[in-house]
């Protein structure tokens, strides 16, 4: 798959190749991250454990069940978050979840939101053809939440004890696109 690029931002699939690089800015965000993030094993946060990762990355985006890219800046080619579609089911349904993250010091520079918008135009692209996108965020985390909100999801509810993150049970509000919305310009 092409790389896909706006405003000296480009998202490209993970691969293992990825996984040094992937492995610094999880330990260098790991403090940043984990209060949204599940309890994750030590063997995680090692090389080995990346390299685990990012294979089922790739297996996962062979059988159309996920696609992970790393967000990357274009000036000196340099990986600053990853931005993914997951639990993609087929059928009726046609939906993905998406999920990402950033590199703390390259917060509030509109990287994550242009992320999201290409990813989702990739989503619905004939290339995946999805019909929905979905994401949970716990309602604190309001830089997540609007995010989506400049990218044209809409809330749809509250899902109780949706999800186990960093050992607790959380809420989450649900936001959502379907391919009929009109998405705001990136």
């Known amino acids: 798959m092409q790389s896909l690029r706006h405003k000296g931002l480009y998202l490209r699939p993970l691969g293992v190749h990825d996984a040094s690089e992937m492995l610094s800015i999880r330990l260098r965000n790991h403090d940043f991250l984990q209060p949204f ?9 090692t090389l080995k454990g990346q390299i685990q990762q990012l ?3 790739e297996r996962d985006a062979e059988e159309d069940r996920g696609y992970a890219f790393g967000i990357f800046l274009q000036k000196g080619d340099t990986m600053i978050g990853r931005i993914a ?3 993609i089911v087929r059928g009726a349904w046609q939906n993905a979840t998406l999920g990402y993250f950033l590199d703390q010091k390259h917060n509030g520079m ?13 989503a619905f692209s004939s290339r995946i053809n999805l019909h929905r996108v979905q994401a949970g965020v716990m309602p604190r985390n309001l830089a997540s939440i609007r995010v989506l909100e400049k990218n044209g ?3 749809e509810g509250l899902s109780k004890r949706y999800l186990q993150i960093n050992g607790v049970w959380e809420d989450h509000l649900i936001f959502a696109l379907t391919r009929e919305d ?3 310009p990136l």
């Open 153 to 155: 999801f809409r809330h």
């Open 182 to 184: 009109e998405l705001p």
């Open 85 to 87: 579609l997951s639990n």
């Open 37 to 45: 993030e599940p309890i994750r094993p030590a063997s995680h946060l």
């Open 110 to 122: 509109g990287y994550t939101s242009t992320a999201v918008g290409l990813v989702v135009r990739y």
């Open 55 to 57: 294979k089922q990355a």
